[in-house]
T-cell receptor
């Protein structure tokens, strides 16, 4: 089984809809991250969490919110989706005191 | 703040040829450096990392990278490319306790 899973893998939605992307991990890591990938821009950090009670904004958090329901679960929400949020979204984890990150398979989101 | 540049957006090589992907970083202290590979439809997989010590780092799938502090570079190399190496490659830099910063990526195409 994969260590980091994301659901759904693909989602098409309409402008103004609320969307939740979910991430679960079995690696036992404290740190979890949400990234957005756009062609030619690499990965940009949306939000990150160092533990259940610690949530931090990344470089592009506007229009997004997150919830850390447990050590193993970290959800990303788009309260009112807009077309320029069409992108590939990745969840990642890392152990405390280490920087190596482990990535999920990604969620391809299309906002029409 | 740290930053990463990957000067080559797209590289095409013939199968069996050697490969070098360039990565330059900007960071004021000793960096942690990473190369990740993203195959089509997949998440990111770690190829190799540099934390300290020997500046020539061996990774998976026959890849290696050399850290050159004087040039602020961490170039990825492979002596003989296989068709399965066609993918997108991302260089990333982090500092102790700092978040990752990813480069924009280099897409590798392999000709038969």
């Amino acid at each position: 089984d994969a260590d980091v899973t994301q659901t759904p893998r693909n989602r098409i939605t309409k402008t103004g809809k609320r969307i939740m992307l979910e991430c679960s991990q079995t690696k036992g890591h404290d740190r979890m991250y949400w990234y957005r990938q756009d062609p030619g821009l690499g990965l940009q950090l949306i939000y990150y969490s160092f533990d259940v009670k610690d949530i931090n904004k990344g470089e592009i958090s506007d229009g997004y919110s997150v919830s850390r329901q447990a050590q193993a679960k970290f959800s990303l929400s788009l309260e009112s989706a807009i077309p320029n949020q069409t992108a590939l979204y990745f969840c990642a984890t890392s152990a405390k005191n280490y920087n190596e990150q482990f990535f999920g398979p990604g969620t391809r989101l299309t906002v029409l | 703040a740290q930053s990463v540049t990957q000067p080559d957006i797209h590289i095409t090589v013939s199968e069996g040829a050697s490969l070098e992907l360039r990565c330059n970083y900007s960071y004021g202290a000793t960096p942690y450096l990473f190369w990740y590979v993203q195959s089509p439809g997949q998440g990111l997989q770690l190829l190799l990392k540099y934390f300290s010590g020997d500046t020539l780092v061996q990774g998976i799938k026959g890849f290696e990278a050399e850290f050159k502090r004087s040039q602020s570079s961490f170039n990825l190399r492979k002596p003989s490319v296989h068709w399965s190496d066609a993918a997108e490659y991302f260089c990333a830099v982090a500092g102790y306790g700092q978040n990752f910063v990813f480069g924009p990526g280099t897409r590798l195409s392999v000709l038969p």
